[in-house]
């Protein structure tokens, strides 16, 4: 059975840090693109990052370049999103998701974000 | 990049159909065949319900159909039954590794 599972989320204040996982499990992990997807209370979704097998990163929204960094672990079958200087408004559910020949088709049950003083 | 435009809403009777546009612009919708449809229900996580404008995943049923003329896609659900009733989220490849979702639409079922 394909699989993601993300972990990490939380209350952290404005400014601070958190580092999100991500485990895979059922797919050839090291082969497939992979992304992080967010989704603000009561609102939409929104592609925050996307990388490449090879741990290239493909893209990051301008909402969070320079703070957030997308990366992989292949040995582990883990992405992961690190997260620095964090705004009230990247308050969200974070989805890990399967990037996988221009279709997003595998989703975790995502991890909630709260960033709140 | 803007979000895709849908409707906030759209609704039906048990056995009705309800179709949802999502409409964007040559960059995304109109210049790839890779429009794909998601169904959320309340706190849960997205679900494919539609890939490559109008292909099903394996074991959803042929009740949800897609299409796609210039910039606006389309997603049709036939014969509404009340588990259908959900958020629903187009999302386009635009170029460069790089995806635009839908605003969303709330469908409900009377």
């Known amino acids: 059975e394909v699989q993601l599972v993300e972990s990490g989320g939380g209350l952290v204040q404005p400014g601070g840090s958190l580092r999100l996982s991500c485990a895979a499990s059922?797919?050839?992990?090291?082969?497939?693109?992979m992304t992080w997807v967010r989704q603000a209370p009561g609102k939409g979704l929104e592609l925050v990052a996307n990388?490449?097998?090879?741990?290239?990163?493909?893209y990051y929204v301008d909402s969070v370049k320079g703070r957030f960094t997308i990366s992989r672990d292949n040995t582990k079958n883990s992405l992961y999103l690190q997260m620095n200087s964090l705004r009230a408004e990247d308050t969200a559910v974070y989805y890990c998701?399967?990037?996988?020949?221009?279709?997003?088709?595998?989703w975790g049950k995502g991890t909630t974000v709260t960033v709140s003083s | 990049q803007s979000a895709l435009t849908q409707p906030p809403s759209a609704s039906g009777s048990p056995g009705q159909s309800v179709t949802i546009s999502c409409t964007g612009s040559?960059?995304?919708?109109?210049?790839?065949?890779?429009v794909s449809w998601y169904q959320q229900h309340p706190g849960k996580a997205p679900k494919l319900m539609i890939y490559?404008?109008?292909k099903r995943p394996s074991g959803v049923p042929d009740r949800f159909s897609g299409s796609k003329s210039g910039n606006t896609a389309s997603l049709t659900v036939s014969g509404l039954q009340a588990e259908d009733e959900a958020d629903y989220y187009c999302?386009?490849?635009?170029?460069?590794?790089?995806?635009?979702f839908g605003t969303g639409t709330k469908v409900t079922v009377l």
């Open positions: 040559s960059s995304d919708v109109g210049g790839h065949n890779y």
């Open positions: 059922g797919f050839p992990f090291s082969r497939d693109y």
């Open positions: 999302n386009s490849y635009a170029g460069s590794s790089t995806y635009v």
């Open positions: 490559e404008v109008s």
């Open positions: 990388i490449k097998e090879d741990g290239s990163v493909l």
């Open positions: 998701a399967r990037d996988y020949y221009y279709c997003i088709d595998v």
